[in-house]
């Protein structure tokens, strides 16, 4: 029976995640919004409860989070030294393809960050962002223009 209930969870995850990232993030305990859309190649951290994606919030390919980082090189020196912080994506947010979202970001309601950025630091409401690190471009109503 245990071996059966691994298979079967196996494959309801696998399809789930293929077919509707967002109940498999809701499943591994991301926190989504309604009407959001996650692409399937999207990679969550091993602590996927740090992260919450707002409403009418797009995700595109490969975007990567991490909620920790960098704590190791630290531990010789304070052996009890870890690095978290939650990322919060707000609402009516695009977050663009391959771009790497990092710990302690706040993504602002209505903001864009360009494709391949590296967000380090939060993005204010209706603002554009790119690059590595991810820099302010324009508004929203300039991008609009």
């Given amino acids: ?4 209930k691994r298979i079967y969870n196996g494959v309801v995850n696998a399809y789930l995640r ?5 109940r498999w993030a809701r499943r591994i305990g991301v926190k989504v919004g ?3 859309a996650i692409s399937p190649e999207t990679h969550f951290p091993g602590e996927p409860y740090l992260v919450t994606i707002g409403s009418h919030v797009q995700v595109t390919r490969a975007v990567s989070f991490y909620t920790h980082g960098g704590g190791n090189v630290l531990r010789r020196q304070i052996p009890d030294f870890d ?3 939650k990322i919060v994506i707000e609402d009516w947010a695009y977050i ?3 771009s790497l979202i990092m710990p302690g970001v706040t993504i602002g309601e209505g903001a864009i960050v360009a494709a391949g950025s590296v967000v380090t630091k939060s993005v204010a409401p209706r603002t554009v962002v790119g690059g590595n ?3 302010f471009i324009c508004t929203i109503d300039e991008y609009l223009e």
């Fill in 133 to 135: 690190p991810a820099k």
């Fill in 18 to 22: 293929k077919f509707d990232s967002v």
């Fill in 1 to 4: 029976m245990i071996i059966f």
């Fill in 96 to 98: 663009g393809s391959q």
């Fill in 83 to 85: 690095c978290f912080g």
């Fill in 34 to 36: 309604e009407h959001t």
